[in-house]
C-alpha cells in the first residue's frame, strides 16, 4: 500500500510539470496581455509606462526564460506576483481558497447526504412511488442548468420569503469571530451551497439505485436470505457494502471538482471565491495567477484520483494493489 | 401578483443569461475615465432625446427629490454592481479598478476640490494658487483637515504620493504628464536623484510646486490625493519597499483617508462597513454608517426593490425593469466617454515616436469616410439597443465639457442618399454591376472591420453597421469573419495590423479635455495614425499657456472640433448616460459635478 501511493505521488510530479509547461505555454499563445486591454481606455496611461510596466514583470522576455524564472520561483513555493491584484499569487489565492473550499464542502456533504439516502430508499423498494418519486426529481436535477436553478432559489428564498441573504459570505457588520459571525457565516452558505447540492445529487443516485436493484438478484444476497437473515440486515451487511464501492470510488473525483466547480454559485451570489478569480484572470490575461489556479486544480485531479484508487483498494479487497 | 412575481423572475433570468455571455469579455467600450476595461455595461442614458437634432434632452433629474430632513444616525446600503469581487488596492496611488474608486470616494477625498468643468477650486481640504506665469502653484492645507486616526494631514503627505508616483520602482499607470511635469521629476523618476527639486515644503500646511510647463491642463489634471505616509510606512527611509506597499494591509486591510467616513471593517472582494467620522472636516456626516457590498449584475434589481440596497450604477440593459419601480428614482448623467470607429491609415513608427500617415491608404478618402457617417444610424442604435439610453454622438469633446463642446456641430445625423451622393461625386462608383462600389480606380474595394465582443449588443450592433454600409453600396466584412476579445483586439488595433482598415473602440476621457492624448501626432494611442500639421498646430495651441484663457481655448477647441468634424479621422458614434438608481428614502444626493451637496451630506430620511 506504501509502495503504491509513492509511486503514485512520484508520477505526480512528472505530470504536474508537463501540465505547467503546457498551460503557461498555451496562456502565453492568448493574444495580447495584462497589459493591453487594462490600459486601453484609461487616459492616464501613456504608452511609456505600459512598456516600463511589462519591462517590470519581463512580459517582454521570450516565452521560455519566463517560464524558467516562474518554474525556479514555483517550486520554492512563489508562484509570482499578480499584475491586476499586484499582490503575490500565494496571498491572493489564500484569501479565496478559505470561502471555495467551505462552499466546496458544504455543497458535497450535503450532496451525500440527500443522495445516499434517497438512493438506497429507490433501490430497495424500485418502482414504489417513492421511488418514481425520487427517480422524477433525478431526471429534474439532470436536466436543469445550475444558474437557471441557483437564481429561482435566490429569487425564492432570498427576495420573496426573505429567509436567506442574496449574496455575499458574511454579514460586514458583525463582529469576526463572535458566534454570530459563524451564524451569519452559515445563513450566507444555506443558498448557495443547497443550489448546488441538489443539482449535484444526480449521479451518485443513479448509481446507488441501480447497483442496489443490481446486487439485489445476485446469488449472495439470494444466499443470505435463504439463510434465514433478516431483511434490514441483508441491505446493510451484504446489498450496501457492494453497492457503495463505486460511490467511494466517485469520492475522489467528486473532490476534483471542488476547487473550480463553483464558479456559477460564486457568480450570482458575489461569493469571492476561485471559481470567479479564474474567469478574470483568463479575460485579465493574468498569467500567473491562471497557471497558478490550474495547476492548483490539475493537482486536486490528481490527487483525488489517487484518493478514488486508496479508498478502493482499502473498501474491496479484491482489487487491493501489490 | 403571482404572475407579476413570474415575469420578475423571467427578467432575472434573461438578465443572466445576458451576463453569462458576458462573462467573456468587457464590453465593447473599454471603459471610461479612470476606470478601464472593468466596468461591464454600466454606462447608461437618458430616456428620450429630439428626433434629429442630436443634442441629448436629458430627462432624468441629477439630484434626488426627497427633501425631507436626515434621519440621526441613518445607514445607507451601496452597492458596487460586479460579477466579480473588488480588488481591493485602496490606495489612489496603487489602484487600477474603478470599483476600488467607487469605494475610496467614502473614506478619502483630493485635498483640492473641483467644480462642473472638473477644473481645481478653493472649496476643498486645501486652497491653492497659481503665479502670473502659471508655473508655480502654492497650496495650503487647511488647519482642520486629520487623517481618521487623528493625525494631522500634513504637506508631507501630500509629497509622498509624488515620491511613490515618480519612484522607479512604481509599477502603474499613474506617472502621467501631469506628474512627469513637475520641475525635476524625471531625474528623480530615473533614480538619480532622491529630491524632487520641484516641490517645495514650507512647513506643515504650506508647500510649493513648479511645473516645467505650464499648461491649462494643470487646472483639470493636478494630482492633490495624499497618502498617509505615518500609516503607509515611509519607502524613503527603507521602512518598507515599494512592493510591499502595494500588497500592504495598510491599503488593503485598515487604509485610512480624511474622508467622511472611516474604514470599519473590509471582508475580502465582497463588502465594506465605513463609520462616521467624527473629524470630518467640513463638518459631521449625516449617516452613522454605511455598508458597501458587492451586488452581482443579475440580482442588483430585485435587490434595490426590497430595499437592499439604496444606492447603485444600474447597467444599462436593465433600465426597463428599473424604470417604473415606485421605491426608486433614477438620476443620470453623461458619462466620461465615448464609442468611436476609427478609420487606418498608416503606422505607428517606434524609432521615430511618431504616427506616420500613409496617404494611400484605403481609407485615406475624406469623402468616403464622411460618407461612411452619414451611413450609419447610430439614432435607431441608442433607440432600439439601449432604449433611448445612448444617443449619437457629434464631436470628440464629449457634452460633458460644456464651455468645450462645440454645440453648434450636429453630428452627422443618418441620411443614406447623402452619403451615396459623396460616394459618387468621390468617385467610388460601381462599375461592374454587382451592386457594391469600387475604389476610385475601379478596384474591387473590400473595408474589414474589427470589432470588440463582450455584452449582447455587441454583434448586434457590428451588423446592423455593415447592413447600414452595405446599403449605400460599401463592402464591409468582420476581421477574421468575427469579433475580437478586448485582449486580441487592441493587440491587433495597437500594432497596426495591415487586417483592419475600421474598428469600433472607446475611449474614457478623464476629466481634461485636452484630446492630445488620444490624436496626437507622437502619441501611440493615436490609433487611427491619421496626423496632419493644422491637427498639431490647434492640439498645441490648445494646452498652450495662452489656453489659460478659457475663451480662447474654447475658440482652440471649436475650430479643432470643426477641423476634425470635417477630416473625420474617427466618428464619434454614440455618447453615454451613466444611470444611479437611488431609494427614495436618500436625501441630499446629487450626481452634478457642479453641485455644491458634498456626500458628506447624503443621509437617508426614515
Known amino acids: 500500500m506504501i509502495k503504491f501511493i509513492l509511486r503514485r505521488t512520484l508520477i505526480m510530479i512528472p505530470q504536474l510539470l508537463l501540465l505547467s509547461l503546457i498551460i503557461f505555454v498555451l496562456a502565453k499563445q492568448m493574444p495580447g496581455d495584462a497589459v493591453t486591454g487594462a490600459f486601453m481606455g484609461n487616459p492616464n496611461a501613456t504608452p ?177 436470505r435463504a439463510k434465514g437473515v433478516p431483511e434490514g440486515k441483508v441491505y446493510t451487511r451484504h446489498i450496501l457494502r457492494n453497492s457503495m464501492l463505486p460511490i467511494a470510488a466517485f469520492l475522489g473525483y467528486e473532490v476534483t471538482g471542488l476547487i473550480a466547480g463553483s464558479i456559477f454559485l460564486e457568480m450570482i451570489f458575489s461569493y469571492p471565491g476561485l471559481g470567479q478569480l479564474f474567469i478574470q484572470s483568463i479575460t485579465g490575461r493574468d498569467f500567473t495567477v491562471t497557471t497558478a489556479i490550474v495547476m492548483i486544480s490539475g493537482t486536486a485531479v490528481i490527487v483525488g484520483t489517487m484518493l478514488s484508487d486508496i479508498i478502493l483498494s482499502a473498501i474491496d479487497p479484491r482489487i487491493r494493489i501489490e | 401578483m403571482k404572475k407579476r412575481s413570474f415575469l420578475l423572475l423571467a427578467s432575472l433570468m434573461l438578465v443572466l443569461s445576458v451576463f453569462l455571455a458576458a462573462c467573456s469579455g468587457n464590453d465593447n467600450a473599454s471603459g471610461d475615465g479612470k476606470d478601464k476595461g472593468k466596468d461591464k455595461d454600466t454606462d447608461n442614458g437618458t430616456t428620450e432625446k429630439g428626433d434629429d437634432d442630436n443634442k441629448a434632452e436629458l430627462d432624468f433629474p441629477l439630484a434626488v427629490s426627497n427633501d425631507k430632513e436626515a434621519m440621526e444616525d441613518g445607514e445607507m446600503t451601496v452597492a458596487l454592481v460586479a460579477d466579480e469581487p473588488f480588488e481591493g488596492t485602496l490606495s489612489t496611488v496603487f489602484y487600477s479598478v474603478q470599483y476600488d474608486a467607487e469605494i475610496m470616494e467614502y473614506f478619502d477625498e483630493a485635498l483640492l476640490d473641483v467644480d462642473g468643468d472638473y477644473l481645481i477650486t478653493n472649496e476643498g481640504a486645501a486652497t491653492y494658487e497659481l503665479s502670473e506665469d502659471n508655473k508655480t502653484l502654492k497650496l495650503k492645507i487647511k488647519d482642520n483637515v486629520n487623517w481618521s486616526d487623528g493625525e494631522p494631514v500634513k504637506t508631507s503627505d501630500l509629497l509622498y504620493s509624488y515620491q511613490l508616483l515618480g519612484h522607479p520602482d512604481y509599477v502603474g499607470d499613474r506617472y502621467g504628464f501631469m506628474i512627469e511635469n513637475i520641475e525635476g521629476m524625471p531625474a528623480y523618476h530615473e533614480g538619480k536623484t532622491k529630491e524632487i527639486s520641484g516641490i517645495k515644503i514650507i512647513d506643515e500646511k504650506n508647500m510649493e510646486f513648479k511645473f516645467t510647463e505650464a499648461t491649462p491642463s494643470i487646472l483639470s489634471g493636478f494630482w492633490s490625493n495624499a497618502t498617509p505616509r505615518h500609516h503607509v510606512g515611509d519607502v524613503m527611509t527603507g521602512e518598507v519597499t515599494m512592493k510591499d506597499l502595494e500588497s500592504s494591509d495598510k491599503i488593503r486591510v485598515n487604509p485610512i483617508g480624511f474622508g467622511p467616513y472611516k474604514v470599519d471593517k473590509i471582508v475580502p472582494g465582497e463588502s465594506i462597513l465605513f463609520s462616521r467620522n467624527d473629524d470630518y472636516w467640513r463638518g459631521k456626516p449625516a449617516l452613522k454608517s454605511i455598508v458597501q457590498k458587492v451586488v452581482s449584475s443579475a440580482t442588483i434589481v430585485e435587490s434595490m426593490k426590497n430595499g437592499d440596497v439604496d444606492l447603485a450604477t444600474i447597467p444599462a440593459d436593465q433600465y426597463l425593469t428599473v424604470k417604473d419601480v415606485d421605491t426608486l428614482e433614477l438620476l443620470a448623467k453623461v458619462d466620461l466617454s465615448y464609442t468611436y470607429i476609427g478609420f487606418k491609415q498608416g503606422k505607428w513608427d517606434a524609432k521615430k515616436k511618431e504616427n506616420i500617415t500613409d496617404p494611400n491608404a484605403k481609407m485615406a ?91 449582447e449588443t455587441a454583434e448586434p450592433i457590428a451588423k446592423a453597421y455593415m447592413q447600414n454600409w452595405a446599403d449605400v453600396g460599401l463592402k464591409v466584412e468582420l476581421v477574421d469573419g468575427r469579433l475580437h476579445d478586448i485582449n486580441a483586439f487592441y493587440d491587433m488595433v495597437e500594432n497596426d495590423d495591415p487586417k483592419i482598415d475600421i474598428y469600433q473602440g472607446a475611449w474614457g476621457t478623464g476629466s481634461d479635455p485636452d484630446p492630445s492624448g488620444t490624436y496626437g501626432r507622437t502619441d501611440s494611442f493615436n490609433m487611427t495614425r491619421w496626423t496632419s500639421e493644422k491637427n498639431d498646430e490647434l492640439l498645441k495651441q490648445g494646452t498652450s499657456e495662452k489656453a489659460f484663457d478659457l475663451e480662447y481655448r474654447k475658440k482652440v477647441y471649436d475650430e479643432w472640433q470643426e477641423y476634425m468634424f470635417e477630416e473625420v479621422p474617427a466618428i464619434p458614434t454614440v455618447y453615454r448616460y451613466k444611470l444611479k438608481g437611488v431609494n427614495k428614502r436618500v436625501v441630499n444626493y446629487d450626481i452634478d459635478p457642479a453641485s455644491e451637496t458634498r456626500l458628506y451630506e447624503v443621509g437617508v430620511s426614515e
Open chain 2, 365 to 455: 478618402s475624406k469623402e468616403l469616410r464622411q460618407a461612411m457617417w452619414y451611413a450609419m444610424d447610430n439614432a435607431t442604435i441608442g433607440e432600439k439597443l439601449y432604449h433611448g439610453l445612448r444617443f449619437p454622438g457629434t464631436t470628440l469633446i464629449i457634452p460633458v465639457f460644456e464651455s468645450f463642446h462645440n454645440k453648434e456641430i450636429e453630428g452627422r445625423p443618418y441620411d443614406p442618399e447623402k452619403a451615396k451622393e459623396l460616394l459618387e461625386e468621390a468617385g467610388f462608383k460601381d462599375t461592374d454591376g454587382d451592386g457594391i462600389r469600387e475604389d476610385q480606380n475601379g478596384e474591387k474595394l473590400v473595408i474589414n472591420f474589427a470589432s470588440m465582443s463582450g455584452g
Open chain 1, 48 to 224: 511609456e509606462q505600459m512598456e516600463s510596466i511589462r519591462e517590470h514583470y519581463g512580459l517582454n522576455d521570450p516565452w521560455y526564460v519566463q517560464y524558467g524564472n516562474w518554474i525556479g520561483k514555483a517550486v520554492k513555493g512563489d508562484l509570482g506576483q499578480s499584475y491586476t491584484h499586484k499582490q503575490p499569487v500565494t496571498h491572493l489565492l489564500a484569501g479565496r481558497v478559505a470561502n471555495t473550499v467551505t462552499l466546496s464542502l458544504f455543497v458535497l456533504i450535503v450532496t451525500y447526504a440527500i443522495a445516499i439516502p434517497l438512493g438506497i430508499i429507490a433501490g430497495r423498494w424500485t418502482d414504489t412511488w417513492a421511488d418514481k418519486l425520487i427517480v422524477t426529481y433525478n431526471y429534474f436535477s439532470f436536466a436543469t442548468p445550475l444558474f437557471v436553478f441557483a437564481l429561482l432559489m435566490l429569487f425564492l428564498f432570498s427576495f420573496v420569503l426573505g429567509w436567506f441573504p442574496s449574496g455575499g459570505s458574511v454579514d460586514v457588520r458583525i463582529e469576526t469571530g463572535t458566534w454570530a459571525y459563524y451564524v451569519s457565516k452559515l445563513k450566507h452558505l444555506v443558498l448557495p451551497g443547497m443550489s448546488g447540492a441538489l443539482l449535484a445529487t444526480f449521479g451518485t443516485i443513479q448509481y446507488l439505485r441501480n447497483d442496489i436493484i443490481d446486487t439485489k438478484l445476485k446469488d449472495f444476497v439470494k444466499t443470505a
